[in-house]
């Protein structure tokens, strides 16, 4: 038996519930459970109950990577591996909700604000699109492939908690905020004509976000913005003419 395009693309429209009866005593345990029924019912049949009890327990992890420990407990089922099941639930909850927290809340949320910042200084009217699209676009991608990819790992499943997609992600959000970040403050040097505002902004945001990493890229924004904000007294931006 193989996970069909029906069964997964069921499992992911669940997986967007996750949250939906959350509670204190299991947290997002009913939510994980209403992901793999349809599964259950498939792969179980008579003892679809006795599937459903084992994982109505406890589950709290990041609820974009949900599907892959979903993904993970729909092959081991399959395969009759039930303790098994119940131990990778467990182990793989708390690595994916550090790995989520740091990924999407960390580092993709302020990308996309910081991207939807810069669309609104030419296009106010898209910035919340821009916003919303570059969001949902690659979280709702994690979605769908972290069920698949789940599926496929039952052997050694925490091996594909850190994939090649997950990186390259991290690493393009830490180049657009700190990029996005001397752009606005350029723009606002241009507009404003105020260089030592754009200075302050530009240090209290550069202590705030703790990075030590890029050096030459962060001296070069700096440098950039007082250059323009020096500059702006005499200068407009073509679009405000």
């Known amino acids: 038996m193989s996970l069909s395009f029906q069964d997964r693309a069921g499992m992911f429209w669940r997986s967007l519930a996750v949250q939906g009866a959350w509670n204190f005593p299991r947290m997002q345990g009913l939510g994980f459970l209403f992901i793999l029924i349809p599964w259950f019912r498939k792969v179980k049949k008579e003892r679809f109950g006795k599937a459903c009890m084992r994982h109505l327990g406890y589950f709290n992890t990041h609820p974009f990577l ?6 993970v407990v729909a092959r081991m089922e399959e395969e009759g591996k039930e303790k098994e099941s119940i131990r990778a639930r467990e182990s793989l909850m708390g690595p994916l909700g550090a790995l989520g927290d740091g ?5 993709l949320r302020p990308a996309a604000i910081f991207i939807a910042l810069v669309v609104s200084l030419f296009w106010p009217w898209a910035a919340a699109p821009a916003l919303l ?10 979605r769908w492939s972290g069920i698949k990819a789940g599926y496929n790992r039952v052997e050694g499943p925490i091996g594909g908690i850190s994939t090649r997609w997950r990186k390259m992600i991290s690493n393009f959000c830490e180049r657009v905020i700190p990029t996005a970040c001397g752009f606005i403050l350029a723009v606002m040097a241009l507009r404003s004509g105020k260089p030592l505002l754009v200075l302050a902004l530009f240090l209290a945001g550069f202590l705030l976000h703790g990075r030590r990493s890029g050096p030459v890229v962060l001296g070069s924004l700096l440098a950039m913005a007082l250059l323009l904000g020096f500059l702006g007294v005499e200068m407009k931006l073509p679009w405000s003419m």
Do not use: Q, S
């Open 133 to 142: 699209v570059f969001f949902n676009a690659v979280h709702l991608k994690e």
């Open 103 to 107: 990924l999407f809340w960390a580092r």
């Open 66 to 71: 949900a599907g892959y420990v979903a993904g």
